[in-house]
């Protein structure tokens, strides 16, 4: 497939602006080098963080990751996050259901992530190669918390991967691709070969070779 023709779907969490700016500067470049890419970004960020560095990016509001609640711009709201976390976790398994049934309807030929476990977990359901984008993961951001309160324990596992825990079990234990890898695994269900994240002759590298916890 040439590259002008792929279609490709961004999934990016809409916690903060960061990770939306980091999306909108690799939109700007990709668009710079293929003229001719189709690009879909789906989250819960301001559409105009991604349309200002790329006009032609078709935006679409959706409900795909939470990060953590806050009462201000310096204050978490933990009991907050915890109980908006679970009740993402209860119904995970409808939102993999609508996110594949998006990816469908929209022929996608890559899902890239920034980094909600959903749209991966939504990628293998929908046999489309995915690749993740980011310097940390939120596993890491739980951790302390889930060793304070063993409720952050299943919230933290679907973010790992991890099947430990009947939570994550039911959730379909979404993979979370190593925040220093690029390289995608297609469904075995699919039918689609496995590959790499980016079309023939284009660059596939890791843009951080070690990741830094925060």
Same mark, same amino acid.
């Given at each position: 497939?040439?590259?002008?023709? +792929?279609?490709?779907?961004?999934?990016?969490?809409?916690?903060?602006?960061?990770?939306?700016?980091?999306?909108?500067?690799?939109?700007?470049?990709?668009?710079?080098?293929?003229?001719?890419?189709?690009?879909?970004?789906?989250?819960?960020?301001?559409?105009?963080?991604?349309?200002?560095? =790329? !006009?032609?990016? @078709?935006?679409?509001?959706?409900?795909? =990751?939470?990060?953590?609640?806050?009462?201000?711009?310096?204050?978490? =709201?933990?009991?907050?996050? +915890?109980?908006?976390?679970?009740?993402?976790?209860?119904g995970f398994e409808g939102a993999v259901a609508r996110e594949a049934r998006a990816l469908e309807a929209l022929r996608a030929d890559l899902v890239v992530g920034d980094i909600p476990p959903l749209c991966?977990?939504?990628?293998?359901?929908?046999?489309?190669?995915?690749?993740?984008?980011?310097?940390?993961?939120? =596993?890491?951001?739980?951790?302390?918390?889930?060793?304070?309160?063993?409720?952050?324990?299943?919230? @933290?596992?679907?973010?790992t991967g991890s099947c430990s825990s009947p939570s994550a079990a039911r959730a379909g234990c979404a993979q979370r691709p190593p925040a220093t890898t690029s390289r995608a695994t297609s469904s075995p269900?699919?039918?689609?070969?496995?590959?790499?994240?980016?079309?023939?002759?284009? !660059?596939?590298?890791?843009?951080?070779?070690?990741?830094? @916890?925060?």
């Open positions: 497939m040439l590259a002008g023709s +792929l279609r490709i779907v961004f999934h990016v969490s809409g916690h903060g602006f960061g990770h939306a700016a980091r999306i909108g500067a690799l939109l700007a470049a990709l668009r710079a080098r293929e003229p001719g890419l189709e690009i879909h970004v789906r989250s819960p960020a301001p559409a105009w963080l991604f349309t200002e560095r =790329d !006009p032609a990016a @078709r935006v679409c509001a959706a409900a795909i =990751d939470l990060g953590v609640l806050q009462r201000n711009g310096l204050d978490l =709201d933990l009991p907050a996050s +915890l109980a908006a976390h679970e009740a993402f976790l209860a991966f977990a939504a990628a293998g359901r929908a046999g489309v190669p995915a690749a993740a984008i980011a310097n940390f993961g939120w =596993d890491w951001i739980l951790e302390p918390w889930a060793a304070e309160e063993p409720r952050w324990g299943s919230p @933290r596992a679907m973010r269900a699919s039918g689609r070969r496995r590959r790499g994240c980016a079309p023939p002759g284009w !660059p596939c590298r890791s843009p951080h070779r070690s990741a830094t @916890r925060i």
